[in-house]
């Protein structure tokens, strides 16, 4: 992607450490979980609204309410997303779906029981009334197959032309178990990194619909809830230091934000990261790298190298973990910066995405 | 607003006790807050997401959280709304404080001190960054004004020509005290009801931006955090049933929703109510009806009629309520529907709006 020349008027954003970016106006790039993204929060949302919990760039917020009695409180965790996938409907999912496991999902990995959600949609003039009721249908099974409640909502309409059929932003809570402290800061050199399966199916499955690419069989979202995968996970390896789902930005946006908040160095083992055939053929033929597109239905976790192969053993016998497998360790050198040992040899530094790879994703 | 022709397939709704809408694809109505909203969140968002919360159609949703120890946890409220009003800047306020009022507002009226937010934006590809941030700026400070803390956020980006510059939904958590039950179904035979102040300024005020009406005076949004007026009514009449902030459909559709969940019936008097000499010229004008224009920071409050008079005087002193009044009574005649003692004399029939007044009037 191509940046507009001129430099952004230094006013806009105030003084601050990061460089500043070229632009003065979003681009889709804005949306794509990469640097650009990166640069928004930095820059703009987090100085407007600086507060520690908004800072800790967590998946979700943390949160205890003050009780009258002084008894102490259950911590909640609070998280929203907003869904703009297109198409709306896809193989292996919907944005309904979407919807749901997205945000069930932000706070599994936060270590938090998800329990209630909120979803608002924006409809554009002219949506068919039975598109929309087969995607709150869908909801509906994913809320029950997750175990939450859709307690509230709100539905706004737009004008043909303003809007894309549908936008659905859930919102989520859970109750995060007394003891129990997983953060993205929390990553020690030493620690091992593990993935939950292959790598890449959401992203290629709504290119291949987008761009009509045909497969020997059909390439499916791994859109799903990752809640009890999470259980288990947990149940087994109380030792778990952080989890991601690396949805938008794929692996490299999840690690790199890990590497960079917990101060660390990620290193990957690239023959080690599982990615399917199909995956791969497509990454291959529209010069995508993996590492970068997004999942749905996938998990990263930090674990002590004591509790990795456990840990790993364990994941398998669940059916969303199978492919579950071992593929980086957390280093103390090169601080922030993640780094892929390639297959035909030599390492390379996994940079955050720097423009738009695949727009609406989610 | 004219309705296509056809009979809506009944499959597509299943049986239920409502008429059949003539309608088969979303149309601006079905986001007025009126006839066509309600139909919508009845026959597709209820039957699809059936639970006892929801189903109580409450402006948020109270929930207790378990603790692992047996500890009574606190109640904490959940609400969320999406925010797609045009323009984005307008007298009295923008987008971005309209998000933050709106959610604190429906915490507040259900009796929850309002405590957190999130915000999920979604960016149209082209959006100046300066107008966003003038938006975020104006959030921050509508969020200090009503005490809460932006904990957690989104952002997507769509591409130019699917979105409308930004739309913003906010979710809101809050404390509700131990002992305190605020209900639309509370409502009783011999209630008063009393609004906070003139109704209609909001979307006059939006209306007048759009069509280009000047008045002597510039006309501003009543837009404003309501948390303090509510911690004041509260405190001095606690037996205060119920409040709701009659914003999109306007006065009309937050006390028929009253009637409706409470069997009961709500007359007016419209000599009481008041309206600014600005917003019924207006209307006048435009052939508009106060009571079914938006407010965004008002509230109307149900309460035993011994304590009326006094709730009054006591809203009077608060600068969000000087221009409170009495406006009428709950009665047991004609359960579900609200009528209007007219100035000039005989008594009307206020139906819920059934079509698009003001479209993306929040």
Redesign the interface.
Known sequence: MSEPAGM??PE??GACPVPQSR??????????GGLL?NE??QR??VP??R?D??EALED??T?R?????G????R?A???????VRPLFFPGGDIGKLAVHGTVNDLAVGGARP??L?????????????D??RI??S??SA?DEAGV???????????R????KV?I?T?G?G?V??GRSLSIRSARPGDCLVVSGTIGDHGIAIMSVREGIEFETVLESDTAPLTDLVRVMLDACPSIRAMRDPTRGGVSSALNELAEASGVGVRLDEAAIPVGAEVRGACEMLGLDPLYVANEGKLIAVVPAEDAERLVAVMRTHPLGRNAALIGQVVAEHPGMVTLRSIVGGERVVTLLSGEQL??I?
């Open positions: 952004l008027d806009l954003f632009y003065d106006q979003i681009v889709l790039g804005h949306g794509g993204t928004l929060i703009l949302f407007a609204f507060n919990v908004l979700q917020a949160l309410f003050g009780t009258d009695n008894v102490k409180a259950p909640i609070f998280t929203t997303d907003a869904f703009v329990l209630f909120s979803a608002a949609f924006i409809l554009e003039e002219g949506l068919p009334l039975a929309l009721k709150v249908a909801m509906r809320c409640t859709l307690v509230t909502g709100d539905t706004k309409v737009v004008d032309g303003k809007g894309d936008f932003t919102s809570l109750l178990p007394e727009p609406r989610c």
